[in-house]
């Protein structure tokens, strides 16, 4: 993405007509979007779903969500999973929950199966052994269900990443949170900014599509997600996500939850507008089933953390809230599609979609080299 620097004054309409004409935008004219309330909120989430309709009609796209570990390596200072917490208890999912839970997901109606585990060292630091058996269960996802997956294993090694795209693994999900280095440092302690974000990199160079995101509600202000979004267009990532920060018991940043989730909604909105073509989650995660509606009015053109009743396996920021209860599967989803007017995609069509964001961070990969 260009951001001009120049200190233009618009009114929104005028904003907004230059968004969906594909205009690059200037900073002070994203800022506006950030910040818009009420009317011209209003007018934001309608100009997003125009946006999502030319490049998407009225397709949603549905991803089962499988968290197999929630060990972990690190602290994050927002995170319910990080090492400190040990009033916590942990699970590791065997291979065989794993494909277990992948089956079920697959049979449900879900276009991608979601594969993420806390930076787990039974996986990522017992050398090869560990790996390899990761790579082993990727690939037999991969064979049992022949769908689009994606995986989030945090920051493991280059070649660790190669075998598991070549394994089967479409996606790379890894989250900066934030492009703010200072910020990064106050919620990834201890963590290397750089390494993340060149893993990121390296698996688009291998050929992976790339999901980046960000976490609202932690300190960041306006002027942040500009510079995410900026991140994100030099990073050609394919898909975007930007949640809420749900504060956790038992960590430095425990607290009340935020009072609403507007900012995330325009956030959305502004990443439909500015990167009309990506793939853009309503994550269950952050309000359930309840939450679905504001998302998907926003922009958003995929529902994640999808999650099979029943099976012991958790959500990240809502651990288990309504998972038992079925609230978070492909059956409570769909009729609020149908009432918005949406539908959920095919997999056939999913899969055209991967095909043309592969195309695009492709071509954006030509541009940079040339
Ligand atoms: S956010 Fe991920 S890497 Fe950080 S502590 Fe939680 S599970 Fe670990």
């Not at 507007?262 to 994550?283: D, G, K």
């Not at 998972?323 to 959920?344: N, T, W, Y």
Request: glycine share 8%.
């Amino acid at each position: 993405m260009r951001i001009d620097n120049k200190n233009m004054e618009a009114i929104p309409d005028k904003v907004l007509d230059k968004a969906l004409a594909e205009q690059a935008l200037s900073a002070n004219e994203i800022l506006q979007l950030l910040t818009a309330e009420g009317a011209a909120a209003t007018a934001l989430f309608q100009a997003a779903r125009t946006a999502r309709s030319k490049y998407f009609a009225n397709k949603i796209a549905l991803y089962g969500f499988i968290y197999f570990s929630t060990h972990c390596r690190n602290d994050c200072a927002f995170c319910l999973y990080r090492r400190s917490n040990r009033g916590y208890g942990r699970y590791r999912k065997s291979g065989a929950e794993i494909v277990a839970a992948a089956k079920a997901l697959a049979a449900s109606g879900v276009h991608c199966l979601d594969l993420t585990m806390g930076e787990d060292p039974y996986f990522l630091d017992r050398g090869s052994e560990g790996l390899d058996e990761l790579t082993a269960i990727v690939g037999e996802v991969k064979g049992q269900t022949d769908l689009p997956l994606m995986i989030s294993p945090g920051v493991a090694p280059e070649q660790a990443l190669k075998a598991l795209h070549e394994a089967g693994a479409d996606w790379y999900a890894c989250y900066q949170e934030t492009h703010n280095r200072r910020l990064f440092a106050a919620l990834r302690l201890g963590q290397n900014y750089d390494r993340r974000w060149r893993l990121k990199q390296y698996a688009r160079s291998i050929g992976m599509l790339v999901e980046e995101g960000l976490l609202v509600g932690v300190g960041d202000e306006a002027a942040d997600a500009l510079q995410s979004l900026q991140a994100m267009g030099e990073l050609a990532a394919a898909q975007l996500r930007a949640m809420t920060f749900a504060p956790q018991a038992n960590t430095p940043m425990a607290g009340p939850p935020a009072a609403d989730c507007r900012r995330e909604l325009n956030l959305i909105a502004v990443m439909r507008l500015v990167f009309p073509w990506t793939l853009i989650p309503a994550s269950l995660d952050c309000q359930g089933v309840d939450g679905l509606k504001a998302r998907l009015s926003a922009g958003a053109n995929c529902v994640t953390s999808l999650i099979p009743p029943q099976s012991g396996l958790q959500g990240v920021s809502r651990a288990t809230a309504d998972i038992d209860e079925g609230r978070r599967d492909v059956a409570s989803v769909l009729p609020i599609l149908a009432e918005m007017g949406l539908r959920a995609a095919t997999v056939g069509e999913y899969r055209d979609w991967l095909t043309h964001l592969r195309g695009r961070q492709a071509a954006a990969k030509c541009k940079e080299a040339a």
